[in-house]
């Protein structure tokens, strides 16, 4: 079984920015979207969501950039290390990568979003359920059978 313990702290990886959840998580999420892709350099991001009153950051600066309307995205500026990304549609709640935690183990993702999005070459054999897409209206299971 996963270990949810809190507080759970995390960072950056030179250490200039120290970060803190005290409350259990909301959501974690495998997303699949270009604008994540593009903020880390890799095919697909892993994010932790936790109420924005129980997180924290505890030592260091961000630096943050708008990467499209309404969301917003911080990073370490010495060594790039994407922290977290807020989104105007869910004001309460703060969107926290999983590999910026020390002990990134406790938050094992629980689905996939925005797999419509999916590089084509990249296939997962997990079991998580996989959702196409976001919409204001909520999210949009994909079809069975597709990868």
């Known amino acids: 079984m996963n270990d949810k313990t809190i507080p759970i702290t995390g960072g950056c990886c ?3 920015v120290r970060h803190e959840a005290t409350g259990q998580s909301v959501l974690v999420e495998f997303c699949h979207c270009q604008s994540c892709r ?16 129980e ?3 505890t030592a260091g600066d961000v630096t943050a950039y708008e990467s499209s309307p309404g969301l917003e995205r911080t990073f370490c500026g010495r060594c790039g290390t994407s ?17 910026s935690f020390d002990d990134a183990e406790k938050l094992p993702p629980e689905f996939h979003i925005w ?4 590089l ?12 196409a897409q976001f919409r204001a209206d909520g999210i949009v299971e994909e079809q069975p059978g597709r990868s």
């Open 14 to 16: 030179c250490g200039d």
């Open 38 to 53: 593009h903020a880390v350099g890799a095919p697909l991001m892993a994010w932790a969501a936790f109420r924005r009153s």
């Open 55 to 57: 997180f924290a950051i």
């Open 83 to 99: 922290l977290t990304l807020a989104d105007d549609r869910f004001p309460d709640d703060i969107y926290v990568s999983v590999s």
């Open 115 to 118: 797999r419509s999005r999916r």
């Open 120 to 131: 084509s070459w990249l296939e997962t054999s997990d079991t998580l359920p996989r959702y």
